[in-house]
T-cell receptor
């Protein structure tokens, strides 16, 4: 069964605008972690932000914030003030803490920032 | 701090040939992961090592894939013989410990494999 769902089609975003990338997840565990990674065309997966299931506040890292809605099982990424360098694939991933630390990834969202 | 190193960056082989990829994790990272990323999909874990022991290889096609992490530092992933469907990016990642709340996996640049 798919544990991470990312269904948005490719997105074009105007430079300096904000963009929200949707991610829903499926787990029966109470303890888990949610991650967002960026993958530019060079191929490397770059860690952006982490949210623990017990964290009461939404995570923020610079221009990245995670809109965590536990009851809805969603963990949307918000990128504020988009830059041209933000053009990339973005992957949502989940780690179930009582498992083996395996990350389950979604299929990704393509973002293209236009000037 | 140096990141995760991988080589080669690109490899083209014919089906039924063998190929090997190398990974050197971030210094001090006990856990090492190999992922396969097929075009248009997210990475899928193939194998996970804790030091030099295998923690999880449930998704590794063991009839053709093998991996080792001698001495608990660098690792090699081998495919023998390769099939067309093995064309993918092979990503290596490492983390400090196996299970820790908030533990992050750091990825290398990947090896792009094309099987003809």
């Amino acid at each position: 069964a798919q544990k991470i769902t990312q269904t948005q089609p490719g997105m074009f975003v105007q430079e300096k605008e904000a963009v929200t990338l949707d991610c829903t997840y499926d787990t029966s565990d109470q303890s888990y972690g949610l991650f967002w990674y960026k993958q530019p065309s060079s191929g490397e997966m770059i860690f952006l932000i982490y949210q623990g299931s017990y964290d009461e506040q939404n995570a923020t890292e610079g221009r990245y914030s995670l809109n965590f809605q536990k009851a809805r099982k969603s963990a949307n990424l918000v990128i504020s003030a988009s830059q041209l360098g933000d053009s990339a694939m973005y992957f949502c991933a989940m780690r179930e803490d009582y498992g083996n630390n395996r990350l389950a990834f979604g299929k990704g969202n393509q973002v293209v920032v236009i000037p | 701090e140096a990141g995760v190193a991988q080589s080669p960056r690109y490899k083209i082989i014919e089906k039924r040939q063998s190929v090997a990829f190398w990974c050197n994790p971030i210094s001090g990272h006990a856990t090492l992961y190999w992922y396969q990323q097929i075009l248009g999909q997210g990475p899928k874990l193939l194998i996970q090592f804790q030091n030099n022991g295998v923690v999880d290889d449930s998704q590794l096609p063991k009839d053709r894939f093998s991996a080792e992490r001698l001495k608990g530092v660098d690792s090699t992933l081998k495919i023998q013989p390769a099939k067309l469907e093995d064309s993918a990016v092979y990503l290596c990642a490492s983390s400090l410990a196996r299970i820790s709340t908030g533990e992050t996996q750091y990825f290398g640049p990947g090896t792009r494999l094309l099987v003809l």
